[in-house]
């Protein structure tokens, strides 16, 4: 059965100066609203997110709003309460692990999997850069859910056995517009509208995700890209786009974007 990718909402923006300067916390609370009345309920952020998960606790995370939280390894449980106190939760959708090195660890491991198995959590899991530490962590027992970064310049995982080994598990695509590398690096996108292009790329094109996570700068921003989110880009354009993404096949790797 095909997956329904839903929409997620990054968080860091809203947290931290990220790419512009920090929004005011009344800013970031009208951002939050538009999202849930367009019909997002799914927030991805991190303990090390400055205070993103405070601003998400202030808005209310309460109700089927889903929150993806990721941690620092030598997080003890006090840092998890901390994040839940801060979240105004008893539990969150997902704990992750926020640098992929760190599942290797037998007892980062075992840690993780006492957090679901307590009740803090429904999901653990990881979030990861490339194609091996994705594929190590669809094979992981223990992890039920896996951040990677999917977009027209990073496509890598679909010439992988990754999509089977991680059947079952809770899948999020992250930066569909590869940190703005997309807007920046003359791609021909055949007059389609980019943010549209890039969503629809990723909740389309691999109808295995479960959600795509992006952030924003401003509610403009969000507005605009909700409103690509709806629109279907016509096949012709869609083929066109896609036959031109590949020249730039490892054009920047991930940890180079916005650099």
Known sequence: MRKITQLCLGTVQLGMPYVTKKPKLKDSLEILAFAESAGISCFDTAQAYGTAEEILGTFGMGGDRK????????????????????????????????????????????????????????????????????????????????????????????????????AGKVLIARQPFAKGELFRCGMDFFGVNRAQACLQFVMNHIPRFDYVAFGVDDLR??????????????????NRIWRESLKLNAYLPPSLWAN
């Open 221 to 238: 921003q969000l507005q605009e890209n909700v409103e690509g989110s709806k629109k279907s880009v016509p096949m012709m354009e869609s």
């Open 67 to 166: 929150v993806i939280t990721k941690l620092h390894p030598d997080a003890t449980r006090v840092d998890i309460q901390l994040s839940l106190d801060r979240l105004g939760v008893s539990k969150v959708f997902a704990f992750l692990l926020h640098r992929p090195s760190h599942m290797y660890s037998y007892g980062i491991a075992h840690r993780m999997r006492e957090l679901r198995e307590q009740g803090y959590c429904d999901h653990v899991g990881v979030s990861v850069y490339d194609k091996g530490d994705a594929i190590w962590a669809a094979n992981a027992d223990w992890v039920s859910a896996i951040e990677f970064p999917y977009n027209l310049l990073c496509k890598e995982l679909d010439d992988s056995p990754f999509f089977d080994l991680a």
